[in-house]
């Protein structure tokens, strides 16, 4: 009824023929350009952190509602000190591997946002005791992406046909909490970290390749078990321990959202600069206590 009153959609085979005309125009891929990067209110931001203008050829879904400011990268003070807190002991100082952990979470973040998730093979988990900052750490990293990036998706549904569906397009899978007692299907798990093809489904839809670039994340009390005890298996994992729990008296209610309201560009330019190492090393800083 919308649009009847107009000349080229009086009749039925009018509007058959305007659904073909553009399907014929959207055939091609959503993404011409082979450039890797984050689509920034204020620009494209590639890989080497050039800014470049916006541009349809990047495929990009999104934008970010903040700027990449790469000369605040350092100028996130309320994060330095919760990144210190947590990876110290208030009597006993900091973290021998203090440096490494943060330079390991600092790449995390990078890939993830980069969409890199499967070229680095890990998934990350944010592992130890309650009330160690783990939880905040990754509603920080939600925080950075909007919610059309994010998804979450439990590795017991990996093998499933429909569960992984839903990591199309995704560059965050909040994968939760690992099970105490189910294991993790070692098959499954490296082939989608990988990124490798699958065949998926939406229900009720036609089933469809995915190779998924999602970076899958993990805050858990517990480590993952698995029959799968491959090399494989085990170096696919990117695992950051928690270890100083945070006092009551230390505690801010909702600290991450504040954070996030009140240093975002500074965060995200921290963060996305871990990608030029990360590069360079072709894989991630590993501390000491991930070994």
Same mark, same amino acid.
């Given at each position: 009824?919308?649009?009847?009153?107009?000349?080229?959609?009086?009749?039925?085979?009018?509007?058959?023929? *305007?659904?073909?005309?553009?399907?014929?125009?959207?055939?091609?891929?959503?993404?011409?350009?082979?450039?890797?990067?984050?689509?920034?209110?204020?620009?494209?931001?590639?890989?080497?952190?050039? *800014?470049?203008?916006?541009?349809?050829?990047?495929?990009?879904?999104?934008?970010?509602?903040?700027?990449?400011?790469?000369?605040?990268?350092?100028?996130?003070? *309320?994060?330095?000190?919760?990144?210190?807190?947590?990876? &110290?002991?208030?009597?006993?100082?900091?973290?021998?591997?203090?440096?490494?952990?943060?330079?390991?979470?600092?790449?995390?973040?990078?890939?993830?946002?980069?969409?890199?998730?499967?070229?680095?093979?890990?998934?990350?988990? @944010?592992?130890?005791?309650?009330?160690?900052?783990?939880?905040?750490?990754?509603?920080?990293?939600?925080?950075?992406?909007?919610?059309?990036?994010?998804?979450?998706?439990?590795?017991?549904?990996?093998?499933?046909?429909?569960?992984?569906?839903?990591?199309?397009?995704?560059?965050?899978?909040?994968?939760?909490?690992? &099970?105490?007692?189910?294991?993790?299907?070692?098959?499954?798990?490296?082939?989608?970290?990988?990124?490798?093809?699958?065949?998926?489904?939406?229900?009720?839809?036609?089933?469809?390749?995915?190779?998924?670039?999602?970076?899958?994340?993990?805050?858990?009390?517990?480590?993952?078990?698995?029959?799968?005890?491959?090399?494989?298996?085990?170096?696919?994992?990117?695992?950051?321990?928690?270890?100083?729990?945070?006092?009551?008296?230390?505690?801010?209610?909702?600290?991450?959202?504040?954070?996030?309201?009140?240093?975002?560009?500074?965060?995200?330019?921290?963060?996305?600069?871990?990608?030029?190492? @990360?590069?360079?090393?072709?894989?991630?800083?590993?501390?000491?206590?991930?070994?």
């Amino acid at each position: 009824d919308k649009f009847s009153q107009l000349p080229l959609a009086k009749r039925r085979s009018d509007h058959n023929g *305007i659904v073909q005309v553009m399907a014929t125009l959207c055939r091609k891929e959503l993404k011409t350009s082979g450039a890797i990067g984050i689509n920034f209110a204020n620009g494209f931001v590639t890989v080497d952190l050039v *800014i470049l203008p916006h541009d349809p050829d990047y495929g990009c879904t999104y934008t970010l509602p903040y700027r990449y400011r790469p000369d605040e990268r350092d100028n996130g003070r *309320i994060w330095g000190e919760f990144l210190e807190r947590i990876w &110290s002991d208030p009597e006993n100082g900091a973290d021998p591997d203090i440096m490494e952990k943060k330079m390991a979470l600092q790449e995390a973040m990078a890939c993830t946002m980069f969409g890199l998730g499967p070229r680095y093979c890990r998934a990350i988990l @944010l592992f130890g005791l309650a009330h160690t900052g783990k939880t905040q750490t990754l509603r920080v990293m939600e925080a950075l992406l909007p919610d059309s990036q994010v998804t979450t998706l439990e590795p017991e549904k990996w093998g499933d046909k429909f569960g992984p569906a839903i990591l199309a397009d995704k560059l965050l899978n909040v994968a939760g909490e690992l &099970s105490e007692r189910r294991k993790i299907d070692g098959q499954w798990f490296k082939a989608i970290v990988s990124g490798d093809s699958i065949n998926v489904q939406f229900k009720g839809q036609t089933p469809f390749k995915l190779k998924p670039h999602a970076t899958h994340w993990f805050a858990s009390n517990h480590l993952p078990k698995s029959d799968d005890t491959s090399a494989g298996f085990n170096r696919r994992w990117l695992i950051l321990p928690f270890e100083h729990p945070i006092a009551r008296s230390e505690k801010i209610n909702d600290f991450a959202n504040i954070l996030v309201a009140d240093e975002r560009e500074q965060i995200a330019a921290w963060a996305v600069y871990g990608i030029t190492r @990360l590069m360079k090393n072709t894989d991630y800083t590993l501390p000491k206590s991930h070994e």
